[in-house]
């Protein structure tokens, strides 16, 4: 697609497609699509994380909705999955979420949620891709119907309220000290009021965002600074989310970082024994090689789907499966939510540990097989094709070939080709990648 990648519409501030022209195009086309399902106005809900940039996009793409004739609501800022879980339950025909998830602050993007709650089909992008780049007046509504527009200030204690439905009324915890680092990101007011109102002894950390510090050297993409704090007050568990709150990595009291494959494999182990498991597990061309082996020990399916959080979902809901999710921390508990969400997840860990269970113990259900993961920058985005490139991929495959696996794939939200190898034949592997990377730079 033109647009869209594997999460959505993402780039650089001020880039080709992430500025404010581009957004109003996006509004309109997407409030276009919406309109003409059916004759009356339509509705869109709007929320975002904390990037600077949001304040430049945000009024683009409301403009852009309203000019299509469709009514929108703005929440400000919220985790993703508290956007999806208000488009389901306010009847919204759309919601949108202006992020740029795990990335840093000079980038953003939009993720599109239907009114089911669901990330939009590739199927129904694909339409609203054809209607971007027609021209402008053929979307403008006439001036009697226009949108209107409103702020929202109950965002947060909405989406407060619908997950306090999800676990036991009397769910309290006690005697337990977490971390918790909000990545200076969406989830910096929900995440740490939701978990105070259980009764934890909390410590907040990346908790103010400044418009430039999002995921910056915080977050679930940086957990050392998660580990540090665990380590310094004694914490018996560390939950570290990223910009959007959609991803979360934790830390049991040893100091271990716990990452999202670990906390599928115990959560899928708890859930079997509570016989709430559904199906089985699915996870990724990322997911690690460990925890398919653990899972079929445990006699639980697992499924790989490709790599993103929406292409998950899809498989769960063909297969009719209640977990899954990715390596990054993407965990998608079917059982409450549509898509992924890291305060949902941390919440179903804690009950399972308020019981006088260790973190350690908790996640330590099987051995990781060793995993290398690089990432290169590009500029030929077809360096793929190449018969070269093809050639050495290849012959790196078939030397690791039933000692362990290699994954390359082109990134779908950034210019970058992503190298997976995955073998406990350390030195093989790491001359295989090596081989590679150096073919592809």
């Given amino acids: 697609m033109k647009y869209f990648g594997t999460d959505g519409i993402r780039g650089h501030v001020n880039s080709e497609n992430i500025n404010g022209d581009m957004f109003f195009k996006f509004g309109l086309a997407a409030g276009k699509y919406f309109t003409n399902l059916k004759k009356k106005k339509q509705t869109a809900i709007i929320a975002k994380d904390t990037r600077l940039s949001g304040y430049a996009l945000e009024p683009a793409l409301v403009s852009g909705l309203a000019s299509a004739g469709m009514h929108v609501y703005t929440l400000g800022p919220l985790p993703t999955n508290g956007l999806a879980m208000l488009t389901k339950s306010m009847n919204a025909n759309l919601g949108i979420m202006i992020t740029a998830s795990h990335n840093l602050f000079y980038d953003n993007g939009l993720k599109l949620f239907g009114p089911d709650g669901l990330k939009l089909s590739d199927k129904i992008q694909k339409k609203i891709e054809s209607l971007i780049d027609t021209k402008v007046q053929n979307h403008l509504t006439k001036p009697k119907r226009l949108g ?42 929900s995440a740490p009021k939701m978990i105070r109102s259980l009764g934890a002894k909390l410590i907040v950390i990346g908790n103010k ?70 199906g089985g597990v699915v996870g990724t061309l990322m997911s690690n090689y460990g925890l398919e082996n653990f899972l079929k020990e445990k006699k639980i ?73 690089i990432n290169v920058k590009i500029k030929n985005k077809n360096i793929l094709k190449k018969s070269s490139v093809k050639n050495v991929i290849k012959i790196s495959k078939n030397l690791i070939k039933g000692q362990g696996r290699i994954l390359v794939r082109k990134s779908g939200t950034e210019p970058k080709i992503r190298i997976m190898g995955e073998s406990k034949n350390k030195v093989l592997l790491k001359k295989c990648i090596k081989t590679i990377t150096r073919k592809i730079y």
């Fill in 301 to 373: 399916k697992f499924i790989r789907s490709n790599v993103g959080d929406r292409y998950v979902k899809e498989i769960m809901q063909k297969k009719k499966f209640n977990l899954g999710g990715e390596q990054s921390g993407h965990i998608i508990l079917g059982k409450f939510a549509t898509t992924g969400d890291g305060l949902l997840v941390a919440l179903e860990v804690i009950q399972a540990l308020n019981k006088n269970v260790k973190a350690s113990t908790f996640f330590n259900v099987f051995e990781k097989t060793p995993q290398i993961l």
């Fill in 209 to 278: 965002p400044n418009g430039f510090n999002i995921n910056k050297n915080c977050g679930s993409t940086f957990p050392n600074k998660l580990q540090r704090s665990v380590k310094k007050h004694k914490a018996h568990l560390g939950i570290s989310l990223d910009g959007d709150a959609d991803r979360i990595i934790m830390c049991d009291e040893k100091g271990s970082i716990i990452d999202g494959d670990q906390i599928i494999a115990a959560l899928a182990l708890q859930w079997k024994k509570k016989k709430i498991l559904k």
């Fill in 148 to 189: 209107r527009v409103k702020r929202l200030e109950s965002g947060t204690d909405d989406y407060i309220k619908i997950l306090k439905k999800k676990i036991p009324s009397n769910f309290k915890i006690k005697n337990m000290k977490i971390v918790l680092d909000c990545a200076n990101g969406a989830g910096y007011k």
